[in-house]
C-alpha cells in the first residue's frame, strides 16, 4: 500500500472530494541534566485523509498507508450528521525534498546556560534540566482537485527547567524557546533568572494602580491568548471601529516559513488589526465554507492525527511608530515591568474578561525600584487593548507553539492586585 | 486487536549484550493504537475521525544515561533497524542481520466497541442533557515490552473519554456546564455514564462568586483524588526534588489517612496490567498512618526492584516514573458528620485542573461551582474558583474524620509532566481541609 494507491481509493469513495496528507519527521534530542543525560532519535511517519461520502466530511489518520486504509474503512462505517463538502483548493506548492542529509546532534549547551543563569541570578537559580531538539520534517497534500504541495521545514527548539532559591523558599521555572538563527542562550539566561528569582522577593506590588510595561514574552503570552479573537466569531463586546489603540496593528504573516497551509491554501499576509481597527480574520477551508468568504490560508495541522484547525502561524504586533524599549521605560511614572509571567494568561473572550499573572519590577519615574514577587492584572480586553499606547522596536517570537511575535508594550491606567 | 508479529527471541538475544551489568537496562517497546472520536451535538453524531498507529522504542539506560531510538511501525524489521540504530548510537558493533525491507503493517479486524457506542451514546446524553457539544473516545491500544533479560509481557487496555459542555438549566437561563467522564472501557460503564450525566445537568442555581481568602472547604464525591494526585503522587515520584523528598515516615498528615497509588485497580482510569517497561505493578503505600511510606519507582531509579510505575505516553516518549489510580481508604464519618464539622465553608464535587510546582510545594485547583455550608447546611451555589496552598501545609489540615464511602472519580483522566500525557484515575472519601486560599474566577 503506498501514498498513490490511498489516493486512489480516496478518488474512488469520494470523486473529487478528498484530501491526503502525509508526513515525515525526524529529530535528534538530548536532555541534559547535572547527573546524567538522554538521547533520543526519532522518526516518525503520519498519514492522514478527509473525504466527503455519503454527506459527511470524515478524517482518518494512521502511522502507515495501510493502517490509514483501515482507518478510512472504519470512519465509513460511521454514519454522521450531514454536511458540506469543502472548496478543496488546487496548484502546486513547493517541490520534492531533496535526500536527506543525516541530523546533527543538538548542540551542547548545558554547561554555557548553566554559567549564564547563575550570573545572571546571582548564584540564586541553577539550571536543572535542558531538552535540545534538531527536527526536519517533510510534508505532501494532494487532493482530488489536483493539489500537490510538498513541504519541508527544520527547526531547533526545546525547554529549560531552572529552580531559584532564597532560603528556605524556592520557585522553579520552565521555557520553552526556538531558534531560527543561532542559539541565543543568553536571552534564555535572563528569561529564566527573572522567572525563577524575581518570585522569590515576596514583596507584593507597592502600587494599585499605574502604567503596566509588558516584556516581550509577555506580551506575545497575552497574544497567543487572544488569538481566538481572529479565528471564531466576533464577540458581541467588540467594536471593530474602536479595538484597540490606534498604535496598534497585528499582522499573521508566515509568507517566509512555507507557501501553503496544512490545507494547501496558499499562504498570505493578513491583517487582523489596523491602526486599532479590527479589519480581518483566519479562516480554514471548513469556517471559510460556513463563512462564505475564502480561506486565508490558516488551516494548521500541529500532528498529523487531528484534521486541520483555524490557527494563527505567525502572529505578530507591527507599528510603524516602534521606540527603544528604554524609551517606554523612562515613560513610565509610577507602575510595574512585567517581566514573567506566572501562570498561563486566562481569558473569556465572550465575556470581554481577561487576567494575568507575573512577577515583575516596580518603576517610579523610569528607574527600577525593587522586584514585585507576584502581581495580577484583571478586567475587560477591550480595556487592555486601547490603552495599549506605545510599543517597543524589541519584537521577539516566541512558541507557543504556533510562533506570535510581540515587543515591550506600555499599558496605561492599569489596576494590579 | 490482531496480534503484533514480533519475534521476541530473537529481538531479546539482540539486545542481551546492551545490558550485560545489572545495572543496564535494555528493551524494545511497541504499541498498537487504535481511537475512534465522535463529535456528538444536540443528541447527534455530528463528525467522526478513526486513528490508527503502531510505533515502536529500542532502549538503553544505565546510571542516568539513557538511549531511545524510535520509529514509527511495529513489525519485526523495524524492531530490527531500531535495535541496530540503538546500537550504533552506543557505539556498539553492529548487529550480524539478514537484509530485508521494513514488514507491511497486518490488517485487522475493525473496532466493535466504536460503532456500539456510536448507535447508543447520541440518545443516551440526549436524554439527560438534550443540548450540547461533547466529545467521546473509544481507545484500545495494546503495548509489547521485550526485555533483554527475562520474559517478555504485552496488554491491552481499552478507555472510554467523553468531555465536552452540557448546557443545564438553572434559574437564571440556560448555564453550559463542563463535563468529563473517563473510564475504562466496558459494558459496565454505561449506567454509571447516565448518573453521571444526570447528575451534571440537574438543574442548580446559577452560581455567585465565592470571594477570596482563606476557607475551610470539603473535597467530596471523590474530587480529593485530584488535590492528592498533586500533592503526594507526583511529588513522590522517584527522581522528583520536593517538599517530600526528605521525609521519608515523618508524619505530614492525620493517622487515619492511608493513600496508595494502585495500578492494579483495572476498573479506574489509570490501571494496568504491566508497566511501560515490562514490570508487573504493584500498590505503593504513600501514605501510610499518615507518614510518607513509599515512592513510585521504575527501572531507571529501582532496576529489578521497580515498583511498575514505569510509564510511557507512548513509544516516542521515554519511560519516567508517573503515577496510576490515586486511591484514599475509607475513613468513618458520614457526609452529614463532615458537613457539620466543615460548619462554614465550601462543599467542592468537581476538580476540572489541577497543576503542582514540585521544588516550592505550591499547588492549585481549579473548581467550575461548589456550594457554601453556613452552620453545617449547603447553602447558596458559587464559583468559579481556584484553591492554592503549599503541599506540607495543605496535607497537614486535613482533619481526622475521613469520609466512610469511597468513589471513583470519573473526572480526572489525563495527567501532562514534561509534555507526556498518560492516564490517571483514583477514588477516595470525603476530606476536610481547613484555611486554603480561595480566589474567585468569576
Same mark, same amino acid.
Given at each position: 500500500m503506498t501514498g498513490e494507491d490511498l489516493s486512489e481509493l480516496l478518488a474512488r469513495r469520494a470523486p473529487g472530494e478528498w484530501e491526503l496528507y502525509g508526513k515525515r519527521g525526524t529529530s535528534r534530542e538530548t536532555v541534559s541534566r547535572a547527573a546524567g543525560a538522554t538521547r533520543a532519535h526519532r522518526d516518525e511517519e503520519g498519514w492522514a485523509a478527509r473525504w466527503w461520502e455519503q454527506g459527511s466530511l470524515r478524517f482518518a489518520a494512521a502511522s502507515s498507508p495501510t493502517g490509514l486504509r483501515t482507518a478510512i474503512e472504519e470512519a465509513a462505517n460511521l454514519t454522521a450528521g450531514a454536511q458540506d463538502s469543502l472548496d478543496w483548493p488546487s496548484g502546486a506548492f513547493g517541490a520534492e525534498a531533496p535526500e536527506p542529509t543525516p541530523l546533527p546532534e543538538p548542540p551542547e549547551l548545558f554547561t554555557e546556560l548553566a554559567r549564564q543563569l547563575a550570573a545572571e541570578s546571582r548564584g540564586e537559580a541553577g539550571l536543572q534540566e535542558l531538552t535540545i531538539r534538531v527536527g526536519r520534517t517533510a510534508e505532501t497534500i494532494v487532493n482530488g482537485r489536483s493539489l500537490r504541495a510538498a513541504l519541508s521545514g527544520s527547526r531547533l527548539d526545546g525547554v529549560a527547567t531552572a529552580v531559584g532559591r532564597r532560603g528556605t523558599r524556592a520557585c522553579e521555572a520552565r521555557v520553552a524557546f526556538r531558534w531560527d538563527? !543561532?542559539?541565543?542562550t543568553a536571552a534564555l539566561a535572563r528569561r529564566l533568572a527573572d522567572r525563577t528569582t524575581l518570585p522569590l522577593s515576596e514583596k507584593p506590588s507597592p502600587f494599585e494602580r499605574g502604567e503596566l510595561l509588558l516584556d516581550p514574552s509577555v506580551s506575545s503570552a497575552l497574544l497567543a491568548a487572544l488569538a481566538g479573537l481572529f479565528t471564531a466569531a466576533v464577540p458581541r463586546? +467588540?467594536?471593530?471601529?474602536?479595538?484597540?489603540?490606534?498604535?496598534i496593528t497585528i499582522v499573521d504573516d508566515a509568507t517566509a516559513d512555507t507557501p501553503c497551509d496544512g490545507e494547501g491554501t496558499k499562504t498570505r499576509r493578513v491583517e487582523l488589526v489596523r491602526e486599532g481597527v479590527l479589519r480581518g480574520s483566519l479562516c480554514d477551508l471548513s469556517s471559510a465554507h460556513r463563512r462564505r468568504t475564502p480561506p486565508t490560508g490558516h488551516g494548521v495541522r500541529p500532528s498529523y492525527r487531528n484534521a486541520p484547525a483555524t490557527r494563527p502561524r505567525r502572529l505578530f504586533f507591527e507599528t510603524a511608530s516602534a521606540v527603544p524599549p528604554r524609551e517606554l521605560l523612562e515613560q513610565?511614572?509610577?507602575?510595574?515591568?512585567? =517581566? !514573567?509571567? +506566572? !501562570?498561563p494568561p486566562r481569558v473569556e473572550l465572550d465575556a470581554d474578561r481577561y487576567e494575568i499573572e507575573f512577577c515583575g519590577i516596580a518603576v517610579v519615574a523610569g528607574r527600577a525600584q525593587g522586584p514585585v514577587a507576584g502581581a495580577r492584572c484583571r478586567g475587560r480586553i477591550s480595556e487592555l487593548l486601547r490603552r495599549m499606547t506605545r510599543l517597543g522596536s524589541d519584537r521577539a517570537f516566541f512558541p507557543l507553539p504556533d510562533l506570535v511575535g510581540a515587543p515591550t508594550i506600555l499599558v496605561d491606567r492599569t489596576s494590579f492586585e | 486487536m490482531q496480534e503484533m508479529p514480533l519475534d521476541t527471541a530473537s529481538i531479546a538475544r539482540w539486545l542481551e549484550p546492551l545490558a550485560r551489568t545489572p545495572d543496564e537496562t535494555a528493551d524494545l517497546f511497541s504499541e498498537s493504537r487504535r481511537e475512534t472520536v465522535l463529535a456528538i451535538e444536540n443528541g447527534a453524531l455530528a463528525e467522526v475521525a478513526t486513528r490508527r498507529e503502531r510505533a515502536l522504542a529500542a532502549r538503553w539506560c544505565a546510571e542516568g544515561r539513557q538511549t531511545l531510538v524510535a520509529s514509527s511501525g511495529g513489525g519485526d524489521a523495524e524492531a530490527r533497524e531500531a535495535v541496530r540504530r540503538l546500537r550504533a548510537a552506543l557505539g556498539r558493533s553492529p548487529l550480524p542481520m539478514r537484509p530485508g525491507g521494513l514488514d507491511e503493517e497486518p490488517e485487522d479486524e475493525g473496532s466493535t466497541a466504536a460503532p456500539r457506542w456510536a448507535r447508543r451514546l447520541p440518545g443516551l446524553i440526549a436524554r439527560a442533557a438534550p443540548r450540547h457539544r461533547l466529545t467521546a473516545t473509544i481507545a484500545e491500544s495494546r503495548r509489547e515490552i521485550v526485555p533483554a533479560r527475562g520474559a517478555p509481557a504485552s496488554f491491552t487496555r481499552r478507555l472510554f473519554s467523553l468531555e465536552g459542555t452540557i448546557v443545564a438549566a438553572s434559574r437564571a437561563g440556560d448555564e453550559p456546564r463542563a463535563f468529563a467522564f473517563h473510564a475504562p472501557?466496558?459494558?459496565?460503564?454505561t449506567e454509571e455514564l447516565k448518573r453521571a450525566l444526570s447528575a451534571a445537568a440537574e438543574p442548580r442555581e446559577r452560581p455567585i462568586p465565592c470571594g477570596d481568602g482563606e476557607i475551610d472547604v470539603v473535597l467530596a464525591e471523590g474530587c480529593a483524588v485530584v488535590f492528592l494526585h498533586e500533592a503526594l503522587a507526583h511529588p513522590l515520584e522517584a527522581g522528583a526534588v520536593s517538599p517530600?523528598?526528605?521525609?521519608?515516615?515523618?508524619?505530614?498528615? +492525620? =493517622?487515619?489517612l492511608e493513600v496508595k497509588d494502585d495500578p492494579t485497580r483495572l476498573d479506574l482510569f489509570g490501571g494496568y496490567e504491566q508497566d511501560d517497561e515490562g514490570s508487573t505493578p504493584r500498590a505503593v503505600r504513600l501514605l501510610d498512618g499518615g507518614r510518607v511510606a513509599g515512592r513510585l519507582t521504575d527501572r531507571a531509579h529501582a532496576g529489578p526492584r521497580s515498583s511498575g510505575h514505569g510509564r510511557r505516553g507512548g513509544a516516542f516518549d521515554a519511560p519516567a516514573p508517573r503515577g496510576s489510580n490515586l486511591v484514599v481508604a475509607p475513613g468513618h464519618a458520614s457526609a452529614d458528620e463532615i458537613a457539620r464539622r466543615l460548619d462554614n465553608g465550601l462543599w467542592i464535587e468537581q476538580l476540572t485542573a489541577a497543576s503542582v510546582e514540585l521544588s516550592s510545594g505550591q499547588f492549585r485547583l481549579r473548581f467550575p461551582r461548589a456550594r457554601r455550608v453556613r452552620r453545617g447546611r449547603l447553602a447558596d451555589e458559587c464559583g468559579p474558583g481556584l484553591l492554592a496552598g503549599e503541599i506540607l501545609p495543605a496535607l497537614a489540615a486535613i482533619e481526622a474524620g475521613v469520609g466512610r464511602e469511597v468513589q471513583p472519580y470519573r473526572g480526572l483522566g489525563w495527567c501532562a509532566r514534561d509534555g507526556v500525557v498518560v492516564p490517571v484515575g483514583g477514588a477516595a472519601p470525603d476530606l476536610l481541609l481547613r484555611r486554603l486560599r480561595v480566589r474567585s474566577l468569576a
Open positions: 538563527e !543561532a542559539p541565543d463586546w +467588540v467594536s471593530r471601529a474602536q479595538f484597540a489603540s490606534p498604535a513610565v511614572r509610577r507602575g510595574l515591568y512585567a =517581566s !514573567a509571567l +506566572v !501562570a | 472501557e466496558s459494558e459496565q460503564i517530600l523528598s526528605a521525609l521519608a515516615d515523618a508524619r505530614v498528615a +492525620v =493517622s487515619e
